[in-house]
């Protein structure tokens, strides 16, 4: 009998950590290291469509971020900005559908506009649906979706006793994708930083301390061949999940 191939990731989430640690190691200002890290982007993206992974999540912009100092967010928005009139038409051509997450209404309304577009440009495309995460933060996007349920138990189209984990999680952000299989840090942090809390919850965690610009395709393939030897139980038993009865494949 022939090997199984390897299993890939459905989907993939990224903390794309060091950009200014990168640059500062070069003696240059912190937005030469986020000028690399979205060519670091461009290479991602294409190791995701060469290896069939359908979802990219990358997490660009924290909510917490908006309290760096306001010289690094107006170029952060500017680079941005700027990646989006640049980038999106060679996206929609390769297949990706973009999509963005967070609180967008903290963003100027240009952005927003763009983003926008983007979304409405790619939305029909289906080879690799990006995910940016910006001003997003795990914490506020559960809160949100209590918050809409609440809503719908004030308006009497919910009962509480109705309220349960698949509810809450058809609010969260990401609702309309599988779960992350596999999450990446960059940069030599051990932590998720308030990054997809819900989502989360089952997926494999690996980490590196290649700096985000410096990252490359051998690096992400050691990711992948690591996520490949691991057997996820989702709280089984591994003769329940190495039956072929079993109905889970990863």
């Known amino acids: 009998m022939s090997a199984q191939p390897a299993p ?5 989430a990224i903390i794309m950590d060091g950009n200014g640690r990168w640059a500062q190691q ?11 890290g979205a060519r670091a982007v461009k290479r991602c993206v294409e190791f995701c469509l060469q290896r069939g992974i359908a979802a990219l999540t990358l997490f660009a912009f924290s909510s917490e971020n908006w309290g760096r100092p306001a010289e690094e967010v107006g170029g952060l928005m500017k680079l941005f900005l700027g990646a989006l009139e640049r980038e999106v038409d060679e996206l929609h051509r390769l297949g990706v559908r973009l999509g963005f997450i967070g609180e967008r209404e903290r963003f100027e309304a240009t ?4 983003m926008q577009a983007a979304e409405t440009l790619t939305a029909g495309n289906a080879r690799l649906a990006l995910t940016i995460a910006a001003s997003y933060g795990g914490r506020q996007d559960i809160a949100h979706a209590a918050r809409t349920l609440a809503e719908d138990v004030a308006a009497g189209r919910l009962r509480p006793q109705q309220i349960d984990a698949d509810r809450l999680g058809a609010r969260v952000a990401l609702a309309d994708l599988p779960a992350p299989d596999l999450f990446i840090r960059t ?3 051990l932590r998720i930083s ?6 989360l919850a089952y997926t494999e965690l690996w980490f590196t301390d290649t700096l985000w610009p410096d990252i490359d395709a051998a690096v992400l393939d050691r990711a992948l061949a690591d ?3 691991r057997e996820r139980r989702f709280g089984l038993i591994s003769d329940q999940v190495r039956r072929p009865s ?3 494949t990863s």
Not at 8 to 12: D, Q, S
Not at 111 to 114: G, H, S, V
């Open 194 to 199: 308030n990054f997809l809390l819900w989502q």
């Open 111 to 114: 952005l927003q506009a763009r």
């Open 187 to 189: 940069g030599g942090e």
């Open 8 to 12: 890939v990731p459905r989907h993939l």
């Open 227 to 229: 996520y490949a030897s």
């Open 26 to 36: 070069r003696h240059r200002p912190r937005l030469v290291g986020h000028r690399a």
């Open 246 to 248: 079993s109905g889970r």
